[in-house]
């Protein structure tokens, strides 16, 4: 999804493809994800699961340094979650009852749109 992603400028320019920030729940926590990201440059804030917390502390010093958390980054997530599911409670996105890939898009889209227009 990452390599998809068109950020418009405000000023003239072709659009950005890298994010300012990147939250994650705490499924996207993977050493993999995190090196990623570091690798494009983006920064990000995803909760570390506690088993891979204490896991990183009973290995001590080789268990790598802790990472970096914003709580306050960590919260706004919700706003995205509710969105998320308010999107799902469209049958058509939900259920994906579209037969092409290049239709589901277009279907998120329309979704959004009445759910923006809703009073």
Request: net charge positive.
């Amino acid at each position: 999804m990452l390599e998809r992603l068109n950020v418009p400028r405000l000023t003239t320019g072709r659009p950005r493809t890298r994010p300012d920030h990147l939250s994650g729940d705490k499924a996207y926590s993977s050493r993999h994800n995190r090196r990623y990201l570091r690798r494009r440059q983006i920064k990000h804030t995803i909760a570390e699961p506690r088993s891979q917390r204490t896991n990183r502390q009973r290995r001590g010093r080789r268990g790598g340094r802790p990472v970096g958390f914003d709580r306050a980054i960590y919260r706004r997530r919700n706003e995205i979650e509710r969105t998320i599911n308010a999107l799902k409670n469209f049958r058509a996105v939900a259920t994906r009852y579209d037969k092409r890939a290049y239709v589901f898009p277009g279907t998120v889209t329309l979704a959004t749109i009445r759910l923006w227009l809703r009073p």
